[in-house]
């Protein structure tokens, strides 16, 4: 197994007028290939700052991450610009790193066919509804080619419905590409549905409380919907219950 | 109330209320004028002060087959033109300017501030002693109305660009001028239509002004003639003919704003 994404001891603090704030305190994990990892905590602890620091947009204040592969990042709202149509919006990312080349562009054209978007191309935003707009995000996201994909809480704009059918949706896109990812949430279900492991984080400063390796006996058949029929589910779902919960009583 | 059965039906319902408000817009118009003329004919309102609809006409007629109107018409919309071009521009660069560096936003913060509650009319004098009493001068002064409300307000559309777009863009490894030219601006091209809609009035009052003070053409000064020698037709004439160059240019405008709308934002307008 290879590993895309490591961090070691890795701890984030920041500076402000009232003074200093541990975020982070001594994260260590390790991201493989073809993993998902799913990251969970009470609300505010600094799940986002994980991500922040693996893709670059902060510095972590001690420890070291290791990176061995390109990083895409997808948000809880789909950010897609009005004034551009689904086409243009996937191209954005190419235009940005200016490889808008022929070679890039069938790869965009190809990832639309797979995944029936080519009707949609000239659409704007506004056209389409949360779900398929969130499925162009998650495409403007690959348009780079990532190695791992970094979702912060990309469903929770998102009304129940439509989330169950997009979490779907993303697990199988990201899987039929082979991508890796680290999933952000505060869904203790979606988290256990989408995830070969589970970190649990604590209250801040975030510390991992726990990692929890996630198994289904699916084999290939594993979906998000899937998972949540399996008898695994509600174990897994006490056990990180209880890891939360004991925080709160604190 | 009837139901609406179809979409015909509609359609139809909604053009027929737009025609109702376009004839009434007319109607009023007219009504307006109608009893202005006949007010003014039975001597119950003072045809010296206020003057009537018909003589401002017949002047108008008078101006216009002496040529000596266009030339006044074509002095004032050329400076308002340039006043309205160079404030918006220069304004819109100075926008991005304190966007792009927010120490110097911060360091011009107040002073903008003051400018912007400062009545500029009141800096005319100065600045056409600075600039020249001619084109320059004006010119000038219907800059100085525009550009601080530019500044002031394209820095606020700018700097309230949502915040988690302007980090997916960092994500993609986005610089702070591709940032600025692939969403603070785009974005914010609704908004620039808004700015320019408000400098048109600015630059017209910068230009009337302006006109007022030193010039010996122009709209402007058509009025303040009249008003010097006491032909109320004339300072009518030239009101009525500032509210349609000002209608014009506003209309010009919204059909841009409209044809943009149109064209960015749905798909159905484009022919694919």
Not at chain 1, 149 to 171: C, G, I, K, M
Not at chain 1, 182 to 201: G, K, M, N, P, Y
Not at chain 1, 225 to 235: C, D, H, I, L
Not at chain 2, 33 to 60: C, G, Q, R, T, Y
């Amino acid at each position: 197994m290879k590993s895309l994404l490591t961090f070691n001891n890795v701890s984030k603090s920041f500076f402000t007028e009232t003074g200093k704030t541990d975020v982070l305190s001594k994260i260590s994990f390790t991201l493989h290939d073809d993993e998902i990892i799913a990251v969970i905590g009470p609300s505010g602890c600094g799940k986002s700052t994980i991500l922040n620091l693996a893709s670059a947009l902060e510095n972590q204040t001690s420890g070291e991450i290791k990176k061995d592969g390109k990083i895409g990042y997808m948000f809880q709202r789909d950010n897609l610009f009005m004034w551009r149509n689904v086409l243009d919006n996937i191209k954005l990312g190419l235009e940005i790193s200016k490889t808008l080349n022929k070679e890039n562009l069938d790869y965009i054209h190809s990832l639309i066919n797979k995944y029936g978007l080519q009707d949609f191309a000239k659409y704007y935003p506004n056209e389409l509804s949360g779900g398929m707009r969130q499925r162009v995000a998650l495409i403007r996201t690959l348009a780079l080619k990532p190695d791992v994909l970094l979702l912060d809480e990309p469903f929770s704009a998102l009304d129940y419905q439509t989330r169950l059918f997009v979490l779907d949706d993303v697990y199988k896109i990201i899987k039929s590409e082979g991508k890796s990812a680290i999933i952000v949430t505060h869904d203790i279900s979606e988290a256990i549905s989408v995830a070969d492991r589970v970190i649990v984080l604590s209250n801040r400063p975030c510390k991992i409380k726990k990692i929890l390796d996630i198994k289904f006996d699916l084999e290939n058949k594993r979906t998000p919907t899937a998972t949540r029929n399996a008898k695994e589910f509600q174990q897994y779902f006490d056990l990180i219950y209880k890891e939360l919960n004991a925080y709160e009583t604190d | 109330m009837k139901q609406i059965e179809s979409i015909e039906q509609f359609k139809k319902i909604k053009k027929r209320r737009k025609v109702l408000i376009l004839l009434s817009q007319i109607g009023l118009t007219i009504l307006f004028l109608v009893a202005w003329e006949l007010l003014a004919n039975l001597n119950i309102i003072n045809v010296f002060l206020v003057s009537k609809p018909s003589d401002i006409f017949k002047l108008f007629i008078k101006y216009i087959q002496s040529g000596e109107l266009f030339g006044h018409i074509k002095i004032s919309v050329y400076e308002t033109l340039l006043g309205l071009i160079i404030g918006t521009f220069l304004g819109l660069i100075i926008g991005v300017l304190l966007w792009w560096n927010e120490t110097i936003a911060k360091i011009l913060d107040p002073f903008l501030v003051v400018l912007n509650a400062l009545p500029k009319t009141a800096l005319a004098p100065i600045l056409i002693i600075w600039a020249g009493t001619g084109i320059k001068g004006i010119v000038l002064v219907a800059v100085s109305l525009s550009i601080v409300v530019t500044i002031m307000s394209s820095y606020n559309y700018f700097v309230s660009v949502d915040k988690e777009q302007i980090k997916m863009l960092k994500t993609m490894g986005a610089s702070k001028f591709q940032i600025l030219t692939k969403l603070i601006l785009p974005s914010n091209i609704p908004n620039i239509i808004n700015i320019i809609k408000i400098n048109i009035g600015m630059s017209w009052v910068g230009v009337i002004v302006g006109e007022f003070l030193v010039s010996r053409e122009g709209i402007g000064y058509l009025v303040v003639y009249g008003g010097q020698v006491f032909k109320l037709d004339l300072v009518m004439m030239g009101v009525f003919i500032l509210g349609i160059l000002a209608l014009i240019m506003y209309l010009v405008l919204n059909a841009i704003e409209k044809y943009y709308r149109y064209t960015k934002y749905s798909k159905k307008s484009h022919k694919s």
